[in-house]
């Protein structure tokens, strides 16, 4: 017996990334986390993104996907440094401190 995959399939995986990635950005208070969150659930939108494209016969999802790896990488470069940043000046990461510098 052989079990086909279909779109139908990673849809339901980017679903549950992107559900995974909402509920840890949610429930974890580390910015670090909650940044990988976030890129997890990029992630999940370039699988159905792929999977769309793969399942209506073109390459544009492959193309979509192009672009926001782009604007992710830009993401990560800047993100990351200010996350270092601050965990250098203040010693820790969690967002409930740093929302304390706003006033």
Not at 56 to 80: C, M, R, T
């Given at each position: 017996?052989?079990?086909?995959?279909?779109?139908?399939?990673?849809?339901?995986?980017?679903?549950?990334?992107?559900?995974?990635?909402?509920?840890?950005?949610?429930?974890?208070?580390?910015?670090?986390?909650?940044?990988?969150?976030?890129?997890?659930?990029?992630?999940?939108?370039?699988?159905?993104?792929?999977?769309?494209g793969?399942?209506?016969?073109?390459?544009?999802?492959?193309?979509?996907?192009?672009?926001?790896?782009?604007?992710?990488?830009a993401?990560?470069?800047?993100?990351?440094?200010?996350?270092?940043?601050?965990?250098?000046?203040?010693?820790?990461?969690?967002?409930?401190?740093?929302?304390?510098?706003?006033?």
């Amino acid at each position: 017996m052989s079990l086909v995959v279909t779109s139908g399939w990673y849809m339901t995986l980017a679903a549950v990334l992107f559900a995974l990635g909402a509920l840890g950005i949610l429930i974890r208070r580390n910015a670090l986390v909650m940044f990988m969150c976030i890129e997890l659930m990029l992630n999940a939108v370039n699988l159905t993104f792929v999977a769309a494209g793969r399942a209506l016969g073109n390459l544009d999802g492959q193309l979509a996907v192009f672009f926001v790896l782009v604007v992710a990488a830009a993401e990560v470069v800047v993100g990351l440094a200010i996350i270092v940043a601050i965990f250098r000046r203040r010693q820790s990461a969690s967002v409930d401190e740093l929302s304390e510098l706003a006033g």
